[in-house]
Structure formats: structure tokens, C-alpha cells
């Protein structure tokens, strides 16, 4: 089996263009190697994984052009432009030293790699971008996601489903793509390409205009695109993280959208312009949840550290951490009045706290495992749960009101349409589900991947 | 933070660095193993194990062992050069010695090897459809092996970087959460299983903390990659479950040029299935001086002695043991005269290792040694010289016998045994300590039978003022305590682990810890009449419910299964009655090993209360026929004191031999250790005939006599008194420090004794004695010998030039208890 089969080979492709134009262009004096096209996708696929942040071995870290230019903990000089005999990135990448040899324990690099490292560093180690010290993943050439299966072999895990603004569509994460489909009636409408692995967050704009798509692939990745919501059309790609982005959120004003993520990050994001305006880092671990608070001028987050806090919209400083859940916390939202904060966790509640003062007001109890999903909307509070259930319950003294049946596996995510009255909800087994909220009756029920036949029931076989 | 808290981090600390120490084990053993190459020779006769091999899914293999049999006697491993064939490559393949399904049918595969040949019957079924992964025997048996759910990384108790897994996998439920449905399936690609989180991290792919930990080329990559591929499913309700390990060889004596063995490890299913699971294995050497093994299991002689190969497959544990044997040049067994049944077996184990046995020791080291082992302190220059003098050929037997009727070995051992019963004010009182301690003092000075022992302290009833052993149920406040202090004290098994997961390598589960609790959780604690009494009370009811299951427990017996107990009766005394049944094994060989560790510096099972299968004895033989003779005979204490005294490996010297000068575990000579902290203090005294003041007790209290460490005595804690927080007979610290050099070089408790008006020099100096009389006067005290002529010429002359006369005289004093040959036993 070859390695990296998906990944590799549109970078190995890559670099034999680059090789292949260079010679076909200017056969005599080929374009001096580019740091950001060349180098930097190469450190990236073979050096970082050991040589990334925090702590990277032998004390040298490639994360950024300044970085992956400075000496190690052997103090030898990584780089010494126009020198790349005295280069120990030259030198150990070329090895014969089986002992010695980068990458370690691994394929070396194949010879056209070498002689472009080689030839980088003889034409003096220069950087072609604009920022030396932006991370190596923010001035790569962006390539086109891979395609989404044509038709889908088997179901994947539903991690993201919204309403579009007059509820005639449901947005459905998928595998690289992001499926729409009719709530009614459970029909595939169309489908938007060119995403990450993984989509863990949808979010349609209050105008309806603009689709939010939030995710990444694990461990390696995060990313946040804008889509027109009406034909699927990228619009904008907002930043890049090192990991999965799980949140995106437009403000109620839909001027912004903040993201948080498995970097630890909260970054809010001017939509008009795609510019970052604010990066807030105070959590201790990854922030999955995220909401804004219906003025617009605070943000709640949850996170995977136990707490949940508030922040100031306009400028990110703190104002509140809650940190009475005692568990992870994988969702948070603002009552209809905003004078309630509702975080779901670990501890299998849904916990109301105050945020003015960080007290906690009530809980809602009784479900079987962690709640990975609450949403409001006026006097009512939606929720998912690792105990495969759908359940509503009244903002007014947190009530039980109503149970959503019919899934099987752990339900990651739920939304309310309040103009339809529609409930959708999706879970590990890939299963969607759509209810009226009105009279609990089930609308639709559809495996969200397009051209998946379920196998024949098993009692057949025998 | 409190002591339990402490305990159970200590605890979990230590689970986390043996696990360390196995892992790297693994690691390095491939690297450091230096193979020979095998030199076939010529067998008698070769034999293949298994004889026959059924491969019944395509995820069946079966490695073959083959080994040559010598006219000799001697045995080998050929497994790596036997030529292995199958005789239907449509049936069955072969790589080297393993054996690969190909197609339905039965084959044979032929092994030929230095003009032996045996066929082995292969039977091969299921082939039409590939099997599926077992998510309980293979995904987690992986996940095992390659050591992400150890107790240093992913199953620690908060896991590593937010990933967390049942510690060596005790807790399937939990891990197929976290591994698929957690984290909103983060780390499994169930559409693309390679690009999982779950293979690219430990294959470095994806920065990990852990570094790297799997190839693409380990059999381990193909079992999780499939497994995520077919659905990340669990095992179907019903699948078979593993109901055993067995490893071959069970046994193995290796003489050079044998050195290397490939263990094979067998799976027995509840189906009745056997499944090769080397590969799924996880292997460790008890000594990796003796004996390295690489993670297929294949162990590797580094030097000559044994070792147990421990095997473990999820929750089953076994173990090889191995002995690798060498000739060594010049050696000649001397045959040594054997006093006993001790030297017998332990003469027989130095012979067949070419290990030379010390000379037997001087009398006067003798002496020394007998009276500080026996009752704690040194002899009185008058008892030495009166020994040294007697001519009689049993004099050291004699000597024995009279040392084990004198009051201070009651309070010598009752000392030892104080510190395991955790005997403290703050734990029963000051009135407690003073009773319980009178009662132990009775138990050896009347040398209680040992089952009587511990039955009266495991059955205890009613206040702890009028029924002292009840303090043992004082101490240990609640059932856990129980259960964890029993099991060391009288199992010499530290199942504390097992108390939050099946412990990690041994075979102690979760429910044997509880199901032992149920034993002791009826168990209940009042206020006595005085302030510093407690009652211990039975209820008549209560049972103990597993945390993890939350299921209730049987009382449950090692080796004998639940216990069906009738409602109401005490289920101690079945305990009990367990206990010091004849045929328990436990029993008597926790009992022996520690009074052997207590007299020989090392017990024959070190820790002497760390009884497991990874942590064998030295001589299975000899711990055997001591605990026998000692449950023979009654639980005879001072049987087995006597038994070992009077061996020759007991009186053997300290000095080493060539042959012998490495051995640390055999008992080929004396084991020279510092003298424990009251026998140092009470040497000192006896040295300079001025006892030590203890707050509270009677004037010439000694120190191995004092009934807990309350006494605060700086000096004591120094060298190593323990605090008795727990039932561990670790909590002596053997260690020796700075603090110490200190103490005796300058410290105020030596200071003032040999500046004393009153001591021993000067009482000399009075009555008249020459220089040359009191230098040897002190030496006899100090060291049980007379001086050299050198020694006394040398002490003589650094009096007369000292100036004052007592000053010189201190000089010696003090350089004499600053000597090794003082401070330790030897």
C-alpha cells in the first residue's frame, strides 16, 4: 500500500511540476526555489509532525520560516545561506547514516526533495513571504479539498445540521463536503465540495445569505469557509488552525462570526472583510462550543477544560468563567433574554448560570450520558445527548416538555427552525432525523450520505 | 493532603514506573541481546509444539516451537533454524515457523531439522469469508502491546492530552466510547481508516506526544486499521471469551551454547477455540541481567541465572520461567557440608549455576551477627569472650537455642512486626500501643503458633483495651485498609491496585479486590468506655458492591473462588479457616520469607511481602520446604529461626569468592547491610554502656524494645525508623544518606556518649585498665573481636599522643563506632 495515498500524492504531484516547469520554462536559469511553495509544504508533510510546537525534539522546531532557520539544540546552524554543506537541514536530510538521517525512522526524502532543499539554501535561504514568522501552514499554496465520495460506501457520523433562513433546507455535515437537503421530505438538494475531512459546525447567516462551515481534519488541520448559501460558491476562507475548528457562530447582526476550536482559540472574524479582529487563548483546553448573546455584545464559550466563559464581543477581555459544571462542557447557549447562560457537559446536565455574576440559577438532570448539544429558541430548550436522545424542555423552571424519539447512537447535534416549527438532529450511525416541535410527529428520517444503499437486513443472509 | 490520597499517588506512581521500566525493556531488549548463532549439533530428537495446529478464521496463524533434545541432557531452541514446510500451499503457508491459513482443507506441515522430521497436522476451516477483528482480543490487544494504555500514558487516570483509556484495557465499555463516539469521532476515520487519528499519531504521522509507537510493517497496524475499517464494531453478544493463557515453555533449563527461546503464547477460548496470540502478546523479563525479551517474545541469555518471562494478553497472565546455566572455567564445586535442609537446596541451586559458596564465618563475626539478628544487640564483651572461649563444637547452636529463649527476642520481633501492624499512638492510642505492643511481646516470647497469630488478630471482637489483636481492625479503619492489609501481610500480595483496575500485571482483578473486602466490610468501629478504647463490632449484614460494575460481591478466595457464606456468622473466621488451611500456599511462605529476609538481608521472595509472578523467588525450592516445615510443625516461628541459624548458609562469611562475587540472590555468602535504626542506637549505648533516655518510658528502655516511634528520636529517623503508616514492610528505609554520615560523625546522641562521666572508657580508666585493655575492651564491645596487634599498636600510640588521656580514648571510641565494620552487619 503506498503511504499518505490521499494526501501525498497531490503534494508529491506538486513538486514534480514545479520540477517539470522549471525545466520546460527556463531550461538554462530555472526561477529561484519559493520558501512558501517549495520548502515550507515539504517541512510541513515531513518535518513538523516531530519538529511542531511545543516541544520539539533535539530542540528545533520548523513551525515558521524564523523558527525553521535557527539552530537547534546542537547549535549548529540549521541554515547557513548560500552554504548548504554547512546547513545541518541540508546535511542531515542527505545522510547516508541510517542513525543519523531525517526524517528518523521514516522513508528519506526522495532526491529531487534534497537537491530542492539543497538548491534553496545555495541561492542564500531567502523567504518569499510576507510575515516570517506566520505559520508554515498559513503561507502554503491552498489546494482544493479532495472530492467527496461520489456515492457514500457506507454512512458517516452526522456532526453539524442547520436550517437554512426559511427552513426549506437543512445543511448536513459530510465526509469533505456539506449535503443540503429537503427537512420535508428527507430529498438530497444539492451538495458543496471543496471542504476538510471533517465538518463540525454549520452556520447559515441571519440574511440567509452565507453558509458557515467549520472543521478540519484531526489533529492537523482547522478550517472556516463562507459559501453562498444558494449555490454553494466559496466566498471567503477565513484563516487556517492548526486543528480542527468545532464552532462557528454569526452574531445576531450576522457582521461577524466568531470560531472556536481544538487550538484553544476564539477568533472573532469581520464577514465583510474576512479579516481576524480578535484572537482570544484563555482556555486551558480545546473550546467546542460557542454562542452570542442576543445584544451581540457578549460571547459564551464551553470548553473541554470544565469551564465555561464569558467574554466581551467588541475587545475579547474576560468577564466570567463558570466552573460549576465540573466536567468537560461541549455546548452553550443564551437564554431568549440573555439573562441565562445554558452550558451542556460531561456531568450530564445542563447547567443554568447567571452571567452577571457567575451563579448558578438551575440544572436540568435526567439524561442517561454526556449532553453534547443545547439550543434555544424563546421558552424552549433543545437538546442532544450521548444517550441517543432528543429532548425539549421549558426555559421556565427547566422543565421536561417533550422527548424526541427514534435514534439509535449518540445524537452530536440538534436545531430548532422556529418558523417551521422543525426539529433535526443527527448522530454517529449517520442517521438524520426531522420532527415537527409542535406535535412531536417524526417529518423525515434519512441516512445523510448521498448514494448509500443500506445492506439487506442481515436475517436474509441466513 | 491526606494519607490514603498520598498512598493511592504513590501507588499509581509506582504501578507507572515498573510499567516504564517493562516497557523500555521491550524496547531496548532487540538492541542489546547480542544472538549467537544457534549451532544445531546433533539432536536425539526433536520436538514441535503445538503437534497439531486448527486455523479456523483467515485471522488464525500459529507459530511453531521446535526443540532439540541432546544426549546430554541438555535441551535447545531451534525454532529459528528449522526448516518448515507445508505439504499444501493451497491449504496452509508457512513464514519460518509460522503457519498461515490459505484455503480450507487440512495439510500437514513438515518440520525437518538436523536428519529429525515430524509432521504436523494442520486443519484449516472459514476461509470463505474474512473474519472480522475481536474489538475485546484484537483492537485492545493492540492497543495493549503497543503500550498506549499503560499507566504512563493514555491509562493513567487523566489520560494524555485529553485522550484517555482504561489502564491495559479493563474496561472495554469505556475505551469503545472514547475511541469511536467520543470527541465527536475524532479519532476514527470510519470512511478512510488510515487517515484515522488513531493509527497517524502513533505512527508519528501526526505530531504525538508519545512519539512514535507503531510501524505500518507491525502486525499491530493491520488489526487496528481492519478493525476501524469494518465499523470500529465490538464483539457481537455471545462472541467467545478468553478463558486462559497457556505459554510454552513453561519451563526451561538452558546451558550454554543455548541461549536464546521463542515463548509462544495460546489463547483458549470459552469455545473451546485456541488462538496463537504471541503477536498480541506483551512480554517481560523479571531480570534483564539475567534474560531480555524482545516484543515477539523471543528471550535472549545475558547472563547465567533465571528469570520469569512474564506473558500477558489482556487480563491473563502467565509466566515461563528460565534458567540459563554456563560453564564457568576453573570452577569445582567443593561440596560444602550441609547442615540442614536449607543448604541442601540452596547448595544444590549454587552448584547447578557454577556459584562458589563462602567460607563459613569467623566465630567472632558469628557471635556479632547472632546476637543482632536474634535479640537485636550487640553481645556484652563478657557474653563474647565467654563464646570465643568455649571450646565446644555445638557452641554456635547452643548459642542459638539460648538466644531465642532471652526476653529481648520477644521484644526484638514484636518490634519488626509493630512496624506491620501500625502500631501508633495516633492510630490506638497511647494506652493502645503499650497493650498491643504487651500482647505481641507475649506472642513471641510464648512463640504462639503463627496460625493462632493470625487468626486471633483477623477475628478480633470487643474493646481494644481488654482484646489487643482488635487494634488490627483499628488501624485499618474501613474495608479497603482490610483488605489491602491482609492481603500483604499474610498473602504477601499488594493487590492496591486492583482497587481502581484489574491490576495492571498481575492477575488480581477489580472484583477480587472487592470480593475479598466482603470479607471484612461487616466490620464495624464504636467508642469504647475509656476515651482511648474502641469496640470492634460484627454486623450481621452488608455487603460490598464493585465501583466499576456496580455489581455486589461474593466474598471471594484466591485460588478457591466466592465463598457461599450463610448469613449471619462472621465471615472472618472463614477467612480464617482459609487462611491456615495446610494446603494454602500464601500462608506460610509470606511468613518464612520474611523471618529469612529479616535474618539473611534479602528475603528468598524480595520484597519479602511482594509475592507475584513477575517477582519470583530465588529458590522456589527452598521457600517451599521452609513454608512446609513450617505448616508441618505447628507454625513454629522459632522452628524456622532455628532452622535457619543452624544452616551453613546462614554462618557463611561476607567475604566473597571468585565464583561467587557477583551473586546478589543465591545466599552464596552474607549479605553485609547498616544496622537497623534501634539496633544501631542500642549498639551505641552498648559500646559506651550509656543507654538512651526515652520520654515516658522506664530508664534502659532499649530502643528495639520501644512499642512505637512515638518517642521523637532524631537519630532513629535518620536511620531509617519508619512512621508505621503502612502495613509495608518497605517503609523501613534501607537507604543511607548524608543525614547519617552526619549523625555519626558529629551528631549530639554519639557526641554525648562518648563524653559521658560515666561510660565505658571511663568506668575502665577507673578501675585501673591499661591502654591496651580498655582498646580491646572496646573493640570486643563494638566489633566482637579482639584488636589487631597493628590495630592496638595504632590505638596506643594516638592515646599517648593525644595529650589527655580520655581525650585519646574518646578518639578510639569514636572511631570505632564510625567504622563499617561497626555500623554494619556482616
Known amino acids: 500500500m503506498p503511504t499518505f495515498p490521499r494526501i501525498c500524492l497531490p503534494l508529491c504531484g506538486l513538486v514534480t511540476l514545479v520540477a517539470v516547469a522549471t525545466r520546460a520554462l527556463a531550461a538554462d536559469a530555472p526561477p529561484p526555489v519559493s520558501f512558501s511553495k517549495d520548502i515550507a509544504p515539504l517541512l510541513l508533510k515531513k518535518c513538523q509532525a516531530c519538529h511542531g510546537s511545543p516541544e520539539p525534539k533535539g530542540g528545533y522546531q520548523v513551525s515558521n520560516y524564523t523558527l525553521a532557520t535557527k539552530a537547534g539544540e546542537s547549535e549548529q546552524p540549521s541554515v547557513t545561506p548560500g552554504k548548504p554543506e554547512e546547513s545541518e537541514l541540508f546535511k542531515l536530510i542527505s545522510s547516508t547514516d541510517a542513525d543519523t538521517r531525517m526524517p528518523k525512522e521514516a522513508d528519506a526524502l526522495s532526491a529531487e526533495q534534497i537537491a530542492l532543499v539543497q538548491r534553496w539554501i545555495a541561492e542564500g535561504a531567502k523567504y518569499d513571504g510576507a510575515d516570517p514568522k506566520a505559520p508554515l501552514a498559513s503561507i502554503v499554496p491552498k489546494m482544493a479539498a479532495p472530492d467527496p465520495p461520489q456515492a457514500y460506501r457506507r454512512p458517516v457520523p452526522v456532526t453539524a445540521v442547520a436550517f437554512n433562513a426559511d427552513g426549506q433546507e437543512l445543511a448536513v455535515s459530510g465526509y469533505h463536503e456539506v449535503t443540503i437537503w429537503n427537512p420535508a421530505n428527507g430529498a438530497l438538494l444539492r451538495r458543496i465540495k471543496n471542504v476538510g475531512e471533517r465538518v463540525q459546525s454549520l452556520a447559515y447567516s441571519p440574511d440567509g445569505a452565507l453558509l458557515a462551515v467549520a472543521g478540519g481534519t484531526p489533529g492537523q488541520a482547522g478550517e472556516v469557509k463562507l459559501f453562498k448559501a444558494a449555490d454553494g460558491t466559496l466566498v471567503n476562507e477565513l484563516g487556517s488552525m492548526g486543528d480542527v475548528a468545532y464552532r462557528a457562530v454569526f452574531n445576531p447582526a450576522g457582521t461577524k462570526l466568531a470560531v472556536a476550536g481544538a487550538d484553544r482559540s476564539i477568533r472573532v472574524f469581520d464577514v465583510a472583510s474576512g479579516k481576524q479582529e480578535i484572537l482570544i487563548e484563555d482556555h486551558a483546553d480545546w473550546v467546542v462550543g460557542l454562542a452570542w448573546s442576543p445584544d451581540g455584545a457578549k460571547l459564551a464559550s464551553a470548553s473541554r477544560d470544565k469551564t465555561s466563559k464569558l467574554f466581551n464581543a467588541a475587545n475579547g477581555e474576560s468577564l466570567m468563567t463558570y466552573s460549576g459544571q465540573g466536567e468537560q462542557i461541549f455546548s452553550v447557549a443564551f437564554s431568549a433574554d440573555g439573562k441565562l447562560i445554558f452550558t451542556a457537559g460531561a456531568d450530564k446536565k445542563i447547567h443554568a448560570w447567571n452571567p452577571d455574576d457567575g451563579a448558578k440559577k438551575g440544572e436540568i438532570a435526567g439524561f442517561g450520558r454526556e449532553v453534547l448539544g443545547v439550543v434555544t429558541s424563546a421558552d424552549k430548550i433543545f437538546s442532544c445527548s450521548a444517550d441517543k436522545t432528543v429532548q425539549q424542555h421549558r426555559a421556565e423552571g427547566l422543565k421536561p416538555f417533550k422527548a424526541y424519539p427514534g435514534h439509535t447512537d449518540s445524537v452530536y447535534c440538534v436545531a430548532y427552525h422556529p418558523m417551521t416549527g422543525r426539529v433535526a438532529a443527527g448522530s454517529f450511525s449517520g442517521e438524520v432525523r426531522v420532527w415537527n416541535a409542535e406535535d412531536g410527529a417524526a417529518v423525515a428520517t434519512f441516512i445523510a450520505a448521498p448514494g448509500y444503499t443500506p445492506p439487506a437486513p442481515v436475517a436474509a443472509v441466513k | ?826
Not at chain 2, 464494531?233 to 486462559?244: F, L
Open chain 2, 1 to 826: 493532603m491526606s494519607w490514603n490520597s498520598w498512598k493511592r499517588t504513590a501507588g499509581l506512581q509506582a504501578c507507572g514506573l515498573a510499567l516504564c521500566l517493562a516497557w523500555q525493556g521491550q524496547l531496548l531488549a532487540a538492541a542489546d541481546a547480542p544472538i549467537e548463532p544457534i549451532v544445531v549439533g546433533t539432536p536425539s530428537r526433536i520436538e514441535v509444539f503445538p503437534q497439531q495446529a486448527k486455523l479456523d478464521s483467515t485471522r488464525r496463524t500459529m507459530h511453531l516451537i521446535v526443540s532439540g533434545f541432546y544426549a546430554d541432557g541438555a535441551v535447545q531452541d531451534l525454532t529459528s533454524v528449522a526448516e518448515v514446510k507445508s505439504k499444501d500451499e493451497k491449504i496452509a503457508r508457512t513464514e519460518g515457523s509460522l503457519v498461515l491459513p490459505a484455503g480450507n482443507g487440512r495439510t500437514e506441515v513438515t518440520v525437518k531439522l538436523g536428519g529429525h522430521e515430524l509432521n504436523v497436522p494442520i486443519e484449516v476451516i472459514n476461509q470463505d469469508s474474512p473474519d472480522k477483528v475481536s474489538f475485546n482480543y484484537g483492537t485492545l490487544a493492540v492497543l495493549s502491546k503497543q503500550g498506549c494504555n499503560s499507566g504512563a500514558c493514555h491509562g493513567s487516570p487523566s489520560g494524555k492530552g485529553g485522550f484517555r483509556m482504561s489502564l491495559r484495557a479493563y474496561d472495554p465499555v469505556l475505551d469503545i466510547d472514547t475511541l469511536v463516539r467520543e470527541a465527536f469521532n475524532r479519532r476514527t476515520n470510519l470512511y478512510e481508516p488510515e487517515n484515522s487519528l488513531l493509527l497517524r499519531k502513533p505512527l508519528m504521522e501526526v505530531a504525538h506526544g508519545g512519539g512514535r509507537r507503531l510501524k505500518k510493517s507491525d502486525s499491530g497496524y493491520e488489526v487496528l486499521r481492519d478493525w476501524i475499517a469494518q465499523g470500529c464494531q465490538v464483539d457481537p453478544d455471545g462472541a467467545p471469551t478468553c478463558v486462559k493463557l497457556e505459554v510454552y515453555p513453561r519451563e526451561r533449563i538452558l546451558k550454554r551454547p543455548a541461549h536464546t527461546q521463542q515463548v509462544l503464547a495460546l489463547a483458549h477460548f470459552s469455545d473451546g477455540t485456541v488462538r496463537d496470540v504471541t503477536q498480541l502478546a506483551v512480554f517481560s523479563s523479571s531480570d534483564e541481567a539475567v534474560a531480555t525479551v524482545d516484543a515477539n517474545g523471543l528471550v535472549v541469555s545475558q547472563d547465567r541465572g533465571e528469570a520469569a518471562i512474564l506473558v500477558r494478553f489482556l487480563d491473563k497472565i502467565e509466566t515461563s520461567s528460565m534458567m540459563f546455566l554456563k560453564e564457568i572455567p576453573g570452577f569445582h564445586w567443593n561440596s560444602p557440608p550441609e547442615n540442614n535442609f536449607v543448604d541442601h537446596f540452596v547448595f544444590q541451586k549454587l552448584q547447578q549455576l557454577q556459584i562458589l559458596p563462602s567460607e563459613l564465618c569467623t566465630d567472632e563475626e558469628f557471635v556479632r551477627r547472632i546476637y543482632l539478628d536474634v535479640i537485636g544487640v550487640l553481645p556484652e564483651p563478657t557474653e563474647t569472650a565467654q563464646f570465643l572461649a568455649d571450646a565446644n563444637p555445638q557452641k554456635r547452636a547452643a548459642l542459638i537455642d539460648k538466644l531465642l529463649e532471652r526476653p529481648e527476642y520477644a521484644e526484638f520481633w514484636a518490634l519488626k512486626w509493630g512496624d506491620l501492624l501500625r502500631i501508633r499512638n495516633v492510630k490506638v492510642s497511647n494506652g493502645g500501643v503499650h497493650k498491643f505492643n504487651r500482647w505481641l511481646v507475649a506472642a513471641f516470647r510464648d512463640n504462639m503458633p503463627y496460625d493462632q497469630f493470625a487468626r486471633q488478630l483477623l477475628t478480633a471482637e470487643g474493646s481494644t483495651f481488654v482484646n489487643p489483636p482488635a487494634n488490627y481492625f483499628r488501624t485499618a479503619t474501613e474495608t479497603n485498609d482490610c483488605t489491602e492489609t491482609t492481603s500483604q501481610l499474610f498473602l504477601g500480595i499488594r493487590i492496591q491496585c486492583a482497587k481502581c483496575h484489574n491490576h495492571p500485571f498481575e492477575r488480581w482483578s477489580q472484583d477480587n479486590y472487592y470480593g475479598i473486602g466482603a470479607f471484612f466490610n461487616r466490620v464495624q468501629r464504636k467508642p469504647g468506655i475509656n476515651p482511648e478504647e474502641q469496640v470492634i463490632w460484627v454486623a450481621r449484614a452488608g455487603e460490598v458492591t464493585q465501583p466499576r460494575t456496580g455489581k455486589q460481591m461474593q466474598p471471594w478466595l484466591p485460588l478457591t473462588g466466592s465463598a457461599d457464606l450463610k448469613g449471619e456468622d462472621d465471615r472472618r473466621s472463614t477467612f480464617a479457616d482459609w487462611l491456615v488451611r495446610p494446603d494454602n500456599p500464601f500462608f506460610p511462605k509470606v511468613e518464612v520469607n520474611r523471618i529469612w529476609g529479616h535474618l539473611m538481608g534479602r528475603g528468598i521472595v524480595e520484597p519479602v511481602d511482594d509475592f507475584r509472578d513477575s517477582n519470583p523467588p530465588s529458590s522456589a525450592a527452598l521457600i517451599a520446604a521452609l513454608a512446609d516445615d513450617f505448616a508441618k510443625n505447628g507454625y513454629d516461628r522459632k522452628r524456622v529461626v532455628r532452622n535457619i541459624l543452624n544452616s551453613r548458609t546462614y554462618q557463611l562469611s561476607s567475604r566473597k569468592n571468585e565464583f561467587n562475587a557477583t551473586d546478589t540472590k543465591y545466599f552464596s555468602h552474607a549479605t553485609t547491610r547498616l544496622l537497623a535504626a534501634e539496633q544501631l542506637l542500642d549498639a551505641i549505648c552498648r559500646v559506651t554502656s550509656i543507654s538512651e533516655k526515652f520520654a515516658g518510658l522506664p530508664a534502659g528502655t532499649r530502643a528495639t524494645q520501644l512499642p512505637s516511634p512515638d518517642v521523637e528520636s532524631d537519630f532513629l529517623k535518620v536511620f531509617g525508623q519508619p512512621a508505621r503508616e503502612t502495613a509495608c514492610a518497605c517503609e523501613r528505609s534501607t537507604d543511607s544518606n548524608l543525614s547519617q554520615a552526619l549523625q555519626m560523625i558529629n551528631g549530639p546522641l554519639v557526641h554525648s556518649k562518648v563524653r559521658d562521666d560515666k561510660n565505658r572508657l571511663r568506668v575502665l580508666v577507673t578501675a585501673g585498665k591499661s591502654n591496651e585493655d580498655i582498646v580491646a575492651e572496646l573493640y570486643l564491645a563494638a566489633l566482637c573481636r579482639k584488636p589487631s596487634d597493628a590495630e592496638t599498636a595504632a590505638a596506643t600510640k594516638h592515646i599517648t599522643n593525644a595529650g589527655d588521656r580520655f581525650r585519646g580514648l574518646e578518639d578510639v571510641c569514636w572511631a570505632l563506632l564510625n567504622a563499617n565494620e561497626f555500623l554494619f552487619q556482616h
